[in-house]
């Protein structure tokens, strides 16, 4: 019994973040402003990279949208960590008496939605500016899932390992993208073969893709409360 | 609270010995340890260079195994050492293991460039490119060595020392969970490399050559652990002078208050 009542106050309580973050987002119309056109930009700028060739960036589709997500995350996960870090939230946070690592899920599943959110917005962009079909709306679904879950927490637990520090969007991207990479791999095979490019089995990395969320996701439970009290 | 107990609860640090932490950089010891990983390095020029027979198909270009093979080990078991610091100081605050680990992502940084560096000048004639996209391994250990240059990055952001220890764990963890992808990537992706299998456990190596690589092996951990040791010493004595600068910029105020 009471593993189930901590697990229901758990699952409040990153509810509760997740719905705040949310609500500050929405609020300030961030995703507008930035997020949203700041993915419309990569794809464009991708179209002028390829040099236009339309063959190839139907080719490229899966890779170009993972690596989409990735550069969106970085925006997403820094714009987490200001809302965090502004008007001492951190340290409200703590004191909330909220489990640490409820609050990491919160903050992660916040970051998850936007992405997803974005991803929901790019696929007709792809389809339109590069001439891409899904072959595969479950697996192309799972993969964006798996992939946002996996950037969420992978950005969620180092936003917090910068968060307080004068140079923490420089250093965020410098830790993010390598570690991400796994990711942009494994989400790139995976819409490969959901977007009918690359004969894989998709559903093989998706798995890969849920591997690297659920260990950062534990890595993060783990030490969200030590980050929160000393950085 | 008198100023005088005050001054009592600031009172110098002492440079302590062993059991406190090192009070100096070298040692007898480090230094016969210095001295024999050269003659090491000397014995195993000789060998790969003189005595080890070329490759029937790599030809002279297989020589370089003698630093590529021991440097990507070496940089493996530098990257656990601070897997294992960094897991240690979120555990019990030692500042003894984040220090061990500070140093050993240096060592192990500089040996995993050595890797890639050495790796790109093998596959240039063995190859014929220096970088293939499509290998599993040569990708993830770049990965690999991007990430702990992001742990060094996150060690000089600066900030009290416990936070800096704090930030830093964590992505020496994060890195240490590439460790194991790294090494197994050629086993996993078999279709995706064009690294071979382990050298030491196919049984393929001339006697003279295993015999090499194995002395290799043995000299480049000598000069792992003289440079770990080394570069302890120096991150504990840095923390030392550090609590004591602030030691004596605390008595000062005090006294000027005082007068």
């Given at each position: 019994m009471t593993f189930w009542r901590d697990l229901k106050f758990f699952v409040g309580d990153a509810a509760l973040v997740a719905s705040k973050d949310l609500r500050i987002e929405w609020r300030a119309r961030s995703a507008f402003g930035q997020s949203w056109p700041f993915a419309a930009l990569v794809l464009v700028l991708f179209g002028f990279a390829f040099d236009a060739n339309r063959p190839t960036l139907e080719l490229a589709t899966p890779g170009l949208l993972a690596m989409t997500m990735l550069f969106v995350a970085v925006v997403t996960v820094q714009r987490s960590v200001a809302v965090e870090s502004a008007d001492g939230a951190r340290r409200m946070l703590l004191l909330s008496g909220m489990a640490p690592a409820a609050a990491f899920a919160g903050k992660s599943a916040a970051v998850a939605v936007q992405l997803l959110i974005v991803l929901v917005l790019l696929i007709p962009g792809v389809a339109v500016l590069y001439g891409a079909s899904v072959e595969s709306v479950p697996l192309v679904a799972a993969t964006g899932v798996a992939a946002a879950l996996g950037l969420a927490t992978a950005g969620s637990l180092l936003g917090a390992v910068v968060a307080g520090v004068r140079t923490q969007q420089a250093v965020l991207s410098v830790l993010l993208l390598p570690v991400s990479a796994p990711v942009l791999v494994a989400a790139s095979r995976a819409f490969g073969d959901g977007f009918g490019t690359v004969a894989v089995n998709g559903w093989s990395w998706v798995g890969l893709l849920l591997a690297f969320a659920a260990v950062n996701a534990a890595l993060g439970a783990s030490v969200y409360g030590a980050l929160l009290e000393e950085t | 609270m008198t100023s005088e107990s005050a001054d009592a609860e600031v009172a110098e640090p002492r440079i302590t010995g062993y059991l406190g932490g090192?009070?100096?950089?070298?040692?007898?010891?480090?230094?016969?340890?210095?001295?024999?990983?050269?003659?090491?390095?000397?014995?195993?020029?000789?060998?790969?260079?003189?005595?080890?027979?070329?490759?029937?198909?790599?030809?002279?270009?297989?020589?370089?195994?003698?630093?590529?093979?021991?440097?990507?080990?070496?940089?493996?078991?530098?990257?656990?050492?601070?897997?294992?610091?960094?897991?240690?100081?979120?555990?019990?605050?030692?500042?003894?293991?984040?220090?061990?680990?500070?140093?050993?992502?240096?060592?192990?940084?500089?040996?995993?460039?050595?890797?890639?560096?050495?790796?790109?000048?093998?596959?240039?004639?063995?190859?014929?490119?220096?970088?293939?996209?499509?290998?599993?391994?040569?990708?993830?250990?770049?990965?690999?060595?991007?990430?702990?240059?992001?742990?060094?990055?996150?060690?000089?952001?600066?900030?009290?020392?416990?936070?800096?220890?704090?930030?830093?764990?964590?992505?020496?963890?994060?890195?240490?969970?590439?460790?194991?992808?790294?090494?197994?990537?050629?086993?996993?992706?078999?279709?995706?490399?064009?690294?071979?299998?382990?050298?030491?456990?196919?049984?393929?190596?001339?006697?003279?050559?295993?015999?090499?690589?194995?002395?290799?092996?043995?000299?480049?951990?000598?000069?792992?652990?003289?440079?770990?040791?080394?570069?302890?010493r120096v991150g504990w004595l840095e923390r030392q002078i550090s609590d004591r600068d602030l030691s004596e910029a605390l008595r000062a105020r005090r006294a000027e208050v005082r007068q």
């Open positions: - | 090192p009070a100096r950089i070298s040692t007898r010891f480090t230094f016969w340890l210095g001295v024999s990983t050269l003659i090491g390095f000397a014995a195993v020029a000789a060998l790969g260079l003189l005595a080890a027979p070329a490759d029937d198909v790599q030809g002279d270009a297989v020589r370089i195994i003698f630093v590529h093979v021991p440097s990507a080990l070496g940089a493996y078991a530098a990257f656990a050492v601070t897997a294992a610091g960094s897991l240690m100081w979120l555990w019990r605050r030692s500042l003894w293991w984040d220090t061990a680990a500070h140093a050993a992502a240096e060592v192990g940084v500089l040996l995993c460039g050595l890797t890639l560096v050495t790796g790109m000048l093998w596959g240039r004639p063995t190859w014929g490119t220096y970088w293939e996209w499509g290998d599993v391994r040569l990708v993830t250990t770049l990965i690999l060595f991007l990430v702990m240059v992001g742990y060094l990055s996150v060690r000089a952001l600066g900030g009290d020392s416990a936070s800096v220890a704090t930030r830093a764990a964590v992505v020496g963890l994060i890195g240490a969970v590439n460790i194991p992808i790294v090494n197994r990537s050629v086993t996993w992706w078999a279709n995706r490399t064009l690294h071979q299998e382990s050298s030491l456990t196919d049984g393929k190596l001339e006697d003279l050559t295993l015999f090499t690589l194995v002395l290799a092996f043995v000299v480049c951990a000598m000069a792992i652990l003289w440079m770990m040791i080394h570069r302890f």
